[in-house]
């Protein structure tokens, strides 16, 4: 128990020193087994067991995601036998699959094993393979794990394997929302006209998230929609958004060019949010499947351009379609 108050805290660390959060887990094995006993007979199916544990993610892309994590797992044990709790440490990738309908998991490290009755275990291997869904802040994971073993005084060496399910929640995250007010922010929306020399600005209050209204007006050569939001460190579509530009591709397909802009808020190192901001924008770009006859311009902003203090507001894309 002490390495897993160890592990976390250091993960607590972390997040508290970049702009990530922090992913807590609960979990419970429905099935264990260990391949061999101390003195070396042929192990078997085990009694059940839970796990606590928790992970650290970075974000590399719209659809993958990698970081570090730990877990403390229960004794092994059954009527006649009690083996070892064991402690993995590991990295973890994650990869987004069916328009993030779930995810696949991946983990691979050092078991750390103790406690052992008839003799003191080293660690060994540790792998992790399964699927995952996120529901908002929270996640829901069914893995199967394989961790080695060896007996220091029966020199023997073995593994269990299990099979379980794990509750995640993203502290990170969680934290962020609660701190956000409860009453809805307000997007300035822009469109610009471009006629000749003259310029027309034009600015739009909306209170609905992720709300992109067009803005028609006569011969206007140039148009600016802003949309917001995107969740803390987010660079994923949501459903809401996804509608929102299906009504904007009728505009973008007769455009000579798009330009997309990406930016963030002002948490996180300027060198993470650049690539955070340039992901956002790419992100609308793909789903927006625009024609090759079209030059499009993808561009990252970071921090450098708030619309003010709300997090909300400055995260957001904005999408330039020139006539």
């Known amino acids: 128990m002490k390495k897993l108050l160890f592990g976390i805290a250091a993960l607590v660390l972390v997040t508290t020193t970049y702009a990530k959060g922090l992913e807590v887990k609960a979990g419970y094995d429905v099935w264990r087994n260990i391949s061999k006993d101390y003195i070396g007979d042929s192990g078997g199916s085990m009694d059940q067991g839970w796990t606590l544990g928790a992970e650290y993610l970075w974000a590399s892309s719209s659809d993958y995601s990698y970081g570090v994590g730990t877990e403390f797992r229960s004794k092994i044990e059954d009527d006649n036998n009690k083996y070892n709790e064991s402690m993995p440490f590991y990295l ?33 291997h540790y792998v992790g393979v399964g699927i995952g869904r ?47 007010d409860t009453t809805p922010s307000e997007a300035t929306l822009t469109a610009i006209e471009e006629n000749n020399s003259s310029m027309i600005a034009e600015e739009m209050s909306v209170a609905e998230e992720n709300k992109v209204i067009p803005v028609v007006t006569e011969a206007e050569p140039m148009m600016k929609y802003t949309f917001i939001n995107f969740g803390l460190n987010e660079r994923k579509l949501s459903d809401k958004a996804k509608t929102d530009l ?12 798009v330009t997309v802009i990406g930016h963030t808020d002002s948490r ?21 499947e625009i024609p090759e006859k079209i030059e499009v311009e993808v561009v990252g902003k970071s921090e450098s351009m708030p619309l003010g203090e709300d997090h909300d507001a400055n995260r957001r894309v904005e999408i330039e379609i020139e006539k």
Request: no cysteine; hydrophobic share 30%.
């Open 92 to 124: 973890v990738g994650k990869y987004d699959m069916l328009d993030d309908m779930f995810y696949l998991v991946g983990r691979g490290g050092y078991n750390a094993s103790s406690n052992v009755t008839g003799g003191n275990t080293r660690g060994g």
């Open 246 to 257: 299906d009504k904007l591709k009728p505009e973008v397909e007769g455009a000579k060019k």
């Open 268 to 288: 996180g190192s300027v060198e993470y949010n650049q690539k955070l901001s340039y992901d956002r924008a790419q992100a609308v770009v793909d789903y927006l």
């Open 134 to 180: 996120d529901i908002g802040v929270f996640n829901l994971e069914v893995l199967y794990e394989n961790m080695g073993y060896e007996f220091k005084r029966e020199d023997q060496r073995g593994y269990h394997d299990s099979v379980g399910i794990k509750f995640g929640m993203k502290l990170g995250e969680f934290y962020d929302m609660m701190m956000e």
